[in-house]
Every structure is written in structure tokens, then in C-alpha cells.
């Protein structure tokens, strides 16, 4: 059944809109990884063409939203996240999400598509398995230092931060919280390869210790409306390093 006229607006608290100069033609939903937040895709705000809005996801917790209790479950994320953008279907939307992003990238279009009918243009994963090749993670039940030492592994600006006490007392709610999202999520390893009805693209970067470029490439099992692969230089965070040649491939397709 469809839901979208029926569905309270909450898009200003869960959404930093950068709308387009001229009017929109499309929106793409960017949603951040582990410990991550919507300042991540600042950079992104206009650099999709003058009639492509870019909405970057608020997590509760974190920012302008600290005073807020966290979400610790893929599913309350993804039904809050999709709940929040039925206001603003009324253009194509394509989705973005990196890491545990890119999972609940996944989750919310599943959402759209069979809750709301409602087909995103594009799904658009990064760094991360699809969740038929989940592989179980137990970092946030090994405690608060074995969490911090995935944070290092990964690397990014993030991990930096954590050095400093008084950043890292403000950050590490957040962070326990999304690495509890990713670890609930995977605990029982691979769930069911459920299609979805857009085409989709993976992105990886050629060193990441956290993913392969054949687990990306997996996702083309949920992918029956076709998929591409997209390997770029660097690590998990390639995303930083690579801007300019991942926003330039972005920008392609969403035109």
C-alpha cells in the first residue's frame, strides 16, 4: 500500500538539504558511514549540476542532533531514515551510502520500493558487502578499545580525532552505537539476497582491509536490473583521497 500522502514531515531533522541553484530535476540521498555524520558530504553540496539537491543524513546523536538517544539497529535507522524521506519523492531520488552506510543504503531502498511502491533511480553502495555476503562481526561486543581498534585499522579523519580525550568523550557514543548497528546487523552472517528494482553500482577502493573488490562486486545478486563495479585508488576512505574522481563518476550517471 502506498504511504506517501499520509506521512508527517520529519525531512528537516533527519536531512542538511544543499538544494540546486535552478529548479530540481533529481535528489540524492547520501548516507554516512560508522561514526559518521552529514558534514562528510559538504563538500558534495553542489557538485551534481545546478539541478541536483543533495540530501545529507542526520544521525541522531551526533551534531546538531548530540542531545538525541542513538538508533543501535539497522532496522529502526532504515525505517526512520525512510520514513523521513516520503516527504520529498516527488523527483527521482538516487541513494548513496558508504560502509555501514551503503548497507542502509540498501535497507531503505528495500523499504521504499515495497512499503511505499516507490523506485529510487539508482542505488549507489560503497565499501561494504551486500548483505548475502555479510560476514559476522563482533567488534562491539569485545568492548570500547577493541571498537577504536577497528576505527584505526580503517583509518580516515575520524580515527585521528579519537587521540584527542575530550573529542573522543564526545564522539564515542555515536560510534558504539552504529558499531552495534553494523554488528547486529551481520551477527547471524549472509541473509537473503532480496533484489531490488533499480540499477545499482559498487564502489570499492583497491586497499581496503575491511571489504574486497569481489565482495562489491557481489552485489550484483541483488542487482537483476544491472550493475557496474567501480574500483578506485585507496582504502576504505578512498572516498577522501579520490573525491574529485568518485563525484565526477557520480555526477555521470545521475545525469
Not at 535507522?77 to 531520488?93: E, F, G, Q, Y
Request: charged share 25%; glycine share 8%.
Amino acid at each position: 500500500m502506498n504511504t506517501l500522502k499520509h506521512t508527517p514531515r520529519n525531512d528537516v531533522t533527519w536531512f542538511r538539504r544543499y538544494p540546486p541553484s535552478s529548479s530540481t530535476r533529481m535528489r540524492l540521498l547520501c548516507l554516512p558511514y560508522a561514526g559518521g555524520s552529514a558534514s562528510f558530504y559538504h563538500s558534495w553540496a553542489n557538485a551534481f549540476g545546478d539541478d541536483v539537491e543533495v540530501l545529507a543524513t542526520r544521525y541522531p546523536g551526533r551534531q546538531e542532533r548530540i542531545a538525541e538517544p542513538c538508533l543501535e539497529s539497522m532496522e529502526e535507522l532504515a525505517d526512520a531514515v525512510t520514513t523521513a524521506v516520503l516527504p520529498l519523492l516527488d523527483k527521482p531520488l538516487a541513494v548513496f551510502g558508504h560502509s555501514m552506510g551503503a548497507s542502509l543504503a540498501y535497507e531503505v531502498v528495500v523499504r521504499l520500493e515495497r512499503r511505499h511502491g516507490f523506485c529510487p533511480s539508482l542505488l549507489l553502495v560503497s565499501g561494504q558487502q551486500p548483505p548475502h555476503r555479510q560476514r559476522p562481526r563482533t567488534a562491539h561486543l569485545d568492548g570500547v578499545e577493541s571498537v577504536l581498534a577497528e576505527v584505526r585499522k580503517l583509518g580516515g579523519t575520524d580515527a585521528a580525532l579519537l587521540e584527542d580525550p575530550d573529542l573522543r568523550e564526545l564522539v564515542l557514543p555515536a560510534l558504539l552505537a552504529d558499531f552495534s548497528v553494523v554488528g547486529r546487523y551481520a551477527e547471524k552472517g549472509p541473509r537473503p539476497a532480496m533484489p531490488v528494482r533499480c540499477p545499482v553500482v559498487g564502489y570499492v577502493g583497491d586497499r581496503d582491509p575491511n571489504v574486497t573488490v569481489e565482495e562489491v562486486a557481489a552485489w550484483s545478486g541483488i542487482a537483476p536490473k544491472g550493475f557496474e563495479l567501480k574500483v578506485l585508488q585507496g582504502d576504505h576512505f578512498y572516498l577522501t583521497p579520490r573525491r574529485d574522481e568518485l563525484v565526477a563518476d557520480l555526477a555521470s550517471r545521475l545525469r
